[in-house]
């Protein structure tokens, strides 16, 4: 085959894969405070930086192929607008004719400002700043960008991963941290993977207006099955096995437990897929748990984070399995260990 011909034919078979795609569009009105455009030097400047940060919205959902549609925000010019006064007041304000709102705040200067970031439900608008600060925060530099991608996530129905984490020195039953997995919704900075759980939370939401926290406590398998065996990975009957919550954004395991379970005889705890309870600000009682089981001075340890848990779900199965093999916690005398061989 001819370079020339070989060429046509992968342009003709890139065109049938990307006309496979839906296209999700979403209108985006954005309005910027007037000392913000001041500080980046006018309109045009202004207008030009969102055109270059929208591009790069559009680049971070689409350039990795990993969703099942293409994504599409588009901001409407006519509706562009420089406000003065409270930032706080223009996040609050109804955007009936726009999927989004975005407000853009590079400086924050009155201190009766609020945090940045997706105020989703009835608002459905991204707060675009930083905390309160005397001096210009640039909206449109490189960080910034990547954060507003990360509110765009939200935007789309996938909860902050980072709000699962724990720090092991904030874990009072053993010094063991979570951190999280690989993802824009993790820490986005410099970040360009959407992780699995990202993947299918957004596919899930499709082109429609969705709420987090429904989506979320939606998405629990029916069970989850922890099987604890010893160290030679035989099942262990009458392990204890104790489940900690870990409070959404606290970085902390809390030390009384959700429940307590007994393993039969096949070494096998059944919970069910909603053991993280139910709260009024997040849907989901808690979004990771930690998990302990022990017998006869063993110990094993595991968590339980949304993230690897309602994969589960979107795979189709009934259950999410763990296993945990317990080992001793005192370490062996070095002088009196022989390699086996
Ligand atoms: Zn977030």
């Known amino acids: 085959m001819k370079k020339t011909v ?52 559009n680049k971070a959902f689409n350039y990795t192929r990993q969703f099942d549609a293409v994504y599409d925000f588009v901001v409407d010019w006519d509706a562009f607008y420089i406000y003065e006064g409270l930032s706080t007041e223009e996040v609050h304000k109804p955007h009936p004719d726009h999927d989004y709102l975005v407000v853009i705040d590079g400086l924050k200067s009155d201190p009766k400002e609020v945090g940045g970031g997706w105020y989703g439900a009835d608002i459905q608008t991204i707060y675009h700043a930083r905390t309160h600060t005397d001096h210009f925060n640039d909206p449109f530099e490189k960080n910034a960008i990547d ?88 099942p262990v009957k009458d392990a204890k096995v104790t489940l900690y919550p870990v409070p959404w954004y606290s970085y902390s395991v809390s030390e009384t437990p959700l429940t307590e379970k007994v393993t039969d005889k096949k070494g096998l705890c059944e919970l069910p897929g909603d053991v993280y309870g139910k709260t009024e600000e997040f849907g989901l009682g808690c979004p990771n748990i930690f998990v302990k089981a022990e017998h006869d001075g063993l ?9 690897e848990v309602q994969n589960a779900a979107f795979d189709g199965k009934e259950a999410y399995e763990m296993t945990l093999r317990l080992k001793a916690l005192t370490p062996s005398k070095p002088f009196e260990f022989k390699i086996n061989r």
């Open 299 to 307: 110990t094993a340890y595991g968590w339980l984070p949304l993230y």
């Open 147 to 234: 954060g507003i991608i990360h509110e765009f996530g939200h935007a789309r129905g996938m909860p902050d991963i980072y709000a699962m984490q724990v720090n092991a020195d904030r874990n009072p039953i053993a010094p063991v941290a979570c951190y999280g997995e690989r993802c824009i919704m993790n820490y986005p900075y410099g970040e360009t993977l959407w992780s699995d759980y990202a993947v299918n939370m957004i596919n899930l939401s499709k082109d429609k207006r969705i709420e987090i926290d429904e989506l979320v406590a939606a998405m629990c398998p029916e069970k989850i099955r922890i099987t604890v065996l010893d160290p030679a990975d035989a």
């Open 6 to 57: 070989l060429f046509a034919a992968i342009v003709m078979l890139l065109s049938a894969y990307a006309q496979a795609q839906p296209v999700y569009r979403f209108t985006v009105k954005v309005g910027i405070d007037k000392e913000s455009v001041q500080f980046i030097g006018g309109a045009d400047a202004v207008r030009a930086k969102i055109t270059d940060m929208f591009t790069k919205v």
